[in-house]
């Protein structure tokens, strides 16, 4: 059986990368292109992708593929209906980041409502000689105790992050979905969680009722100038009435861990705004400890086995 996996680049250096217990071939590639995807995969009956799309003009040039591993929780990049239409099996990891990505939104959290990244920056330009005294105040500091975090979307990571938030003095409000006629127990409206919330962070799929979920109009709801956080999907939030926000003063910093496109582009909105001391990007990197990661590969290929076996595992498709 031969099995291609089309972005190793794509999982750190320091993870075991174990195979299959059944005999198989083996074929890795740092990074593929969609462009790419046909040739590579030609003959191999199992695809290993985490980001790399596979479409339905790709897929149909591979009769011999019947199953895909997305080393992800994030099927988006699968052209899904046509695996269900050839009977292609895709299994995803799950749960493997309920660690690191809670703990990644608390230190861009910590980051921005501290200030932190803005006095480091400070401190290496010589704002410190300057200020002639042991301190000096050039950008707020607020405690997070006694504030609000208005988390949206509930699943595994979105309450892993309200529990860590919790542990600090925060009050975690859960929104519901926007535009519900009733409210949940345990959920609280959409707009009131839009129009109390210190910060804001989203954990939910992007989807076509996802895509822009906030934008220009729920911005100039935030009544108390949040912190916005998005370490969920890029495009759950409208990055261009992000800064346009950003500028009104609608919301006070943006700590943003994804992005419509990746990497970023030159002519992408965020571009001109990531030296400002309010301002925290990352490169995609809030799964990616290195305990994380492991647990992710080792998920993945037990996925693989239980496939050969005739028995598969977190089956989407």
């Not at 990049?77 to 939104?105: K, L, W």
């Not at 959409?190 to 210190?198: H, I, K, R, S």
């Not at 709801?221 to 009435?241: C, F, Q, S, W």
């Amino acid at each position: 059986m031969k099995i291609v996996f089309l972005d190793r680049s794509t999982i750190g250096p320091s993870v075991n990368i174990s195979r299959p217990s059944f005999d198989h071939e083996w074929v890795e590639y740092d990074r593929s292109t969609q462009f790419e995807v046909a040739e590579k995969l030609m003959g191999a009956q199992i695809a290993i992708t985490n980001k790399v799309p596979l479409r339905r003009a790709q897929l149909e040039r591979l009769p011999d593929l019947k199953m895909i591993a997305v080393a992800a929780t994030g099927y988006d990049c699968i052209d899904m209906d046509y695996c269900r239409e050839r009977g292609i099996v895709v299994s995803n990891v799950r749960g493997y980041a309920t660690t690191t990505v809670p703990e990644h939104v608390i230190a861009l959290l910590f980051a921005l409502r501290r200030s932190i990244a803005a006095y480091r920056h400070d401190v290496i330009n010589g704002e410190w000689q300057r200020a002639q005294q042991f301190c000096f105040f050039n950008h707020p500091i607020r405690d997070l105790s006694g504030s609000t975090f208005g988390v949206i979307g509930r699943g595994a990571l979105g309450q892993a992050v309200g529990r860590l938030a919790k542990a600090l003095g925060m009050q975690v409000v859960y929104a519901e979905h926007k535009g519900a006629t009733q409210v949940r127990e345990g959920y609280t409206a959409f707009d009131e969680v839009l129009a109390t919330a210190d910060a804001i962070t989203l954990h939910c799929p992007l989807s076509d009722a996802t895509r822009n979920l906030i934008s220009t109009e729920e911005f100039a709801k935030m009544l108390r100038k949040p912190i916005v956080i998005n370490t969920g999907r890029g495009g759950l939030v409208d990055e261009h009435a992000a800064v346009d926000a950003l500028n009104a003063g609608h919301i006070s910093a943006l700590g943003f861990d994804v992005l419509s496109a990746e990497p970023i582009t030159d002519d992408h909105p965020f571009l001109p705004i990531l030296d400002r001391p309010n301002v925290i990007v990352t490169p995609h990197v809030a799964w990616a400890s290195e305990e994380a990661m492991q647990i992710l590969w080792d998920q993945l290929i037990g996925h693989v086995d239980n496939y050969h076996s005739g028995n598969p595992t977190n089956q989407i498709a």
